[in-house]
C-alpha cells in the first residue's frame, strides 16, 4: 500500500509519503502543491491532506483536486479535512444567542468564534488576532478554546506561558544589554535585512503594502471555507464517487485510527473543529 501525506506539516507517519511547502523534518519532501503534484498517474493506495484545501482560492482548490485524483490507483481514497464552516456556524449562532440573552459566559466564546470565522482570512500578519488572544495571560474560556480546536490551541497556550516564563526570568539588564547589542550586530550583517532596509527607504509608506502583500501570498491565510455540501459537490466535479462524511476515527482505510494523523494515541481528536470526508477513484 502507499500512502501519501499532502501538507503534512508536523503530522508525520513514517509509512506515509509526506509532502509540505517546506520541509518539516526528516523525509519530508518540499514541494510547492500551487505547480501541482510531483508524482505520475495512478501510483498511491491513499492520498490525505489536513487543513490545506482552505488555503487554496477556488479555482486552485478543485485544481488541487484534479491532481489528487490523477495520482490516485482507480479504487484508491482520498481523504480530505478541512475547518467545517457548518458548525462553526452553528455555534457562531448558538453563542450569539446565549450573549443576547446576557449568559455571562458567552461574550468571550463569541469573541473567539468570532476569530475562527474571520481572523484567518483578514489577518495582514502572521498569527492574527487568534495568536494575541491566546497569549493573554489569562483565558476564563480555555476549555471551550480547547473543545474546538483542541491539540493546536494547547500548543499556542502553552508556548505563551513559556515565553511570559522565560521573560520573568531573565538575566539583569547589563547581560541582557550584551545580548541585544550582539543580536543587532549581527542583524545588520544579515543580507537580507540590509536589503528589507534599501526596501523601506525607498518604499517609505508603500513598504507596508509590501509586506502585506508578501504575508498574503505566503500560504498562511483561509482562502475558502467548506462544509459537507460544498466540499461534497466540488469531490463530485472532480470526478470522486462514493462521498461520505467521516468521524475523525473512520475511514474506508483499514485501521485508520492506527496512523494518529487525525486522532492522538489516547483516541482524542487533534483538530475537533474539522469537517471529515472521503471519496473514492472510480475503478473504471
Known amino acids: 500500500m502507499k500512502y501519501l501525506n499532502l501538507g503534512c506539516g508536523s503530522r508525520l507517519h513514517p509509512d506515509w509519503t509526506n509532502v509540505d511547502f517546506v520541509s518539516t523534518g526528516d523525509g519530508v519532501l518540499a514541494h510547492d502543491l500551487r505547480t501541482g503534484i510531483p508524482f505520475a498517474d495512478g501510483v498511491f493506495h491513499i492520498v490525505y ?44 449562532l448558538s453563542t450569539l444567542q446565549q450573549a443576547l440573552e446576557h449568559d455571562p459566559n458567552a461574550p468571550l466564546n463569541y469573541d473567539w468564534v468570532m476569530l475562527e470565522l474571520f481572523d484567518q482570512t483578514v489577518r495582514n500578519v502572521s498569527g492574527g488576532e487568534a495568536a494575541k488572544y491566546l497569549s493573554a495571560a489569562s483565558l476564563p474560556n480555555e476549555s471551550f478554546i480547547l473543545e474546538r480546536w483542541g491539540q493546536e490551541a494547547r500548543k499556542l497556550i502553552e508556548h505563551a506561558r513559556e ?32 536589503r528589507e532596509i534599501a526596501y523601506k527607504l525607498c518604499l517609505g509608506r508603500n513598504y507596508e503594502a509590501l509586506q502585506i502583500g508578501r ?60 469537517l471529515f470526508m472521503e471519496a473514492l477513484k472510480p475503478n473504471t
Request: charged fraction near 25%; proline fraction near 5%; include cysteine.
Open 49 to 92: 491532506h489536513s487543513h490545506v484545501l482552505e488555503h487554496f482560492g477556488k479555482q486552485g482548490a478543485r485544481e488541487f483536486l484534479k491532481e489528487c485524483f490523477r495520482v490516485l490507483r482507480p479504487g484508491g481514497v482520498l481523504r480530505v479535512v478541512v475547518p467545517n464552516l457548518e458548525t462553526i456556524a452553528r455555534v457562531y
Open 163 to 194: 515565553q511570559r516564563s522565560a521573560v520573568a526570568q531573565s538575566p539583569p539588564v547589563r547581560g541582557r544589554l550584551r545580548r541585544s547589542l550582539r543580536s543587532l550586530y549581527s542583524f545588520l550583517r544579515d543580507s537580507s535585512i540590509r
Open 215 to 274: 504575508f498574503r501570498l505566503s500560504g498562511e491565510i483561509h482562502q475558502w471555507m467548506y462544509d459537507r455540501y460544498s466540499l461534497g459537490r466540488l469531490l463530485k466535479k472532480c470526478g470522486f464517487v462514493e462521498i461520505v462524511q467521516r468521524l475523525p476515527s473512520e475511514s474506508y482505510a483499514e485501521k485508520w485510527s492506527n496512523f494518529n494523523l487525525d486522532t492522538q494515541p489516547d483516541g482524542t481528536v487533534y483538530k475537533p473543529d474539522s
